[in-house]
């Protein structure tokens, strides 16, 4: 056989840092606050509701939008922003958002046009652009006014002819930081001069704390018809493992959408659908509780690492902390993290790996609070010995 077999726009992806990391956690029994997941349930009735479609024959294909009950509640929940979207032809629920995101891409875009991307990234984006056979362009965020700030000035460099969409993550992995509506604004004006297509990652849009808020791009003037609106249930209702995610957009970019989406997985997720359906109507008052919950170990865990010698940074959303590593004498963070799980027995992810420009971001480790206080207390006591 040839090699090596994996094409070239491929061969950057051979793993990912969440497997990788939480491979290493398990081999060192270390406490995995690498890949953000939950160590806890989501709400009993959206758990009983999907053993009764389990059990109560929901087990073949369903429609390939995704069945019409929760695209109603999709529709339902998205209207809470004030926009109004047709369940017939404006929403398709998807594997997660992670599939959304990618048959996004791979419909939208081609070889030939350029994506921007907002670094540091989410890993899925990059290999995503890559399938699609476009280009990513990045533009990075910028430390300012004590939080990650988007780079106006330097979205606007980023912008060429060859633009063709922008890929937009807020609540933002990893920094955690929450785009305000100026910088939506200044998104939504550029999309709107070169008349580009916003793709929106808004997983975390209920995981936002203090005084924060979830602005979807969408709702801007100018942007509904040009945005695909991607959300997905598992960060709101502790169910990343059911990935049921979903795309809200106008019906021209939905039918493109769900042409990729057809052929990737056709459907997903039968018996999880009418539970996510519950959960959007009647548990959003359990994610409310979540949400205070998750501020709280958000302190919590800030407080042990400032304790531990991090210099913490802010973080407005999402279930990630970023720190940086500099004040405990270390250079890089990747080098740290890759060694952390044997030294003292704790998991975290280097932000680098979501990154371009490694050098820029090298100083700084995510650290996920999204775990029972007693898992985040002992993770803090070990990175004590760090001293
Ligand atoms: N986008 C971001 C920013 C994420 O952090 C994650 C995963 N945690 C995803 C997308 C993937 O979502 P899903 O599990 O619904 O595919
Ligand atoms: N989104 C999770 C994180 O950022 C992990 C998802 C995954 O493992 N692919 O940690």
Known sequence: ?????????????????????????????????????????????????????????????PPSPGRPELRAAIARHRLRYGVEYDPGTEIL????????????????????????????YYDSYAAAVAMAGAERRVVGLVERDGRFALDVEGLRAAVTDRTRAILVNSPHNPTGTVFTRAELEAVAALCVKHDLIAITDEVYEHLVFDDAEHFP????????????SISSAGKTFNCTGWKIGWVCASPELVAAVKAAKQFITFVSGGPLQPAVAHALDHELPWAEELRTSLQGKRDRLAAGLAEAGFAVRPTAGTYFICVDVRPLGFADAAELAWELPERVGVAAVPVKVFTDHP???????????????????????????LR
Request: net charge negative; hydrophobic share 45%; glycine share 8%.
């Open 1 to 61: 056989m040839r090699e090596p077999v994996l094409v070239p726009r491929l061969q950057p992806f051979t793993s990912t840092i969440f497997a990788e990391m939480t491979a290493l956690a398990v081999r060192h029994e270390a406490v995995n606050l690498g890949q953000g997941f939950p160590d806890t349930d989501g709400p009993a009735g959206m758990l009983d509701a999907a053993k009764n479609a389990l059990f109560g024959g929901a087990n073949q294909y």
């Open 359 to 385: 050098d820029e971001w090298k100083h700084l480790l995510r650290f996920a609070f999204c775990k029972r206080n007693e898992v985040i207390d002992e993770a803090v006591s070990r990175l004590r010995k």
């Open 93 to 120: 629920v998807t594997a997660g958002a992670t599939e959304a995101i990618a048959a996004s891409l791979i419909a939208l875009t081609q070889a030939g046009d350029e994506v921007i991307v907002i670094e540091p």
């Open 217 to 228: 791009l969408a709702t801007l003037p100018g942007m509904r018809d040009r945005t695909v």
